[in-house]
């Protein structure tokens, strides 16, 4: 996978690019230690997605959802799918 590396608590983790635009997606941390990843692609449309609720320690839910991001397969130029993966 060609993608972007990220760095979250002094770990780095390689990222796919966003499946519409190509470009590396933003990481996504809350108050509660929720993490994903999101791309606007210049506002017109927001994709993102979020650890596994499940998992318990934080290690986990990061590695979650790099992998929730990473599995999302690519959008063939000219498709319109404006719904949040």
């Keep these: 996978m060609a993608g972007y590396i ?3 608590d002094n770990f780095e983790f390689e990222i796919a690019p ?4 190509g470009s590396k997606p933003q990481v ?6 929720a ?3 999101r791309c606007t692609c210049g506002g017109k449309r927001f994709v993102q997605t979020y650890f596994d609720s499940k998992i318990a320690d934080r290690a ?7 992998a929730a991001w990473n599995c999302r397969p690519p959008v063939l130029m ?3 799918s404006g719904a949040a993966a």
């Design 78 to 80: 000219g498709q319109n």
């Design 60 to 66: 986990g839910r990061i590695q979650s959802a790099v």
């Design 28 to 33: 996504i941390e809350n108050a509660h230690d």
């Design 6 to 8: 990220v760095e979250i």
């Design 18 to 21: 966003c499946p519409f635009c």
């Design 35 to 37: 993490f994903g990843f």
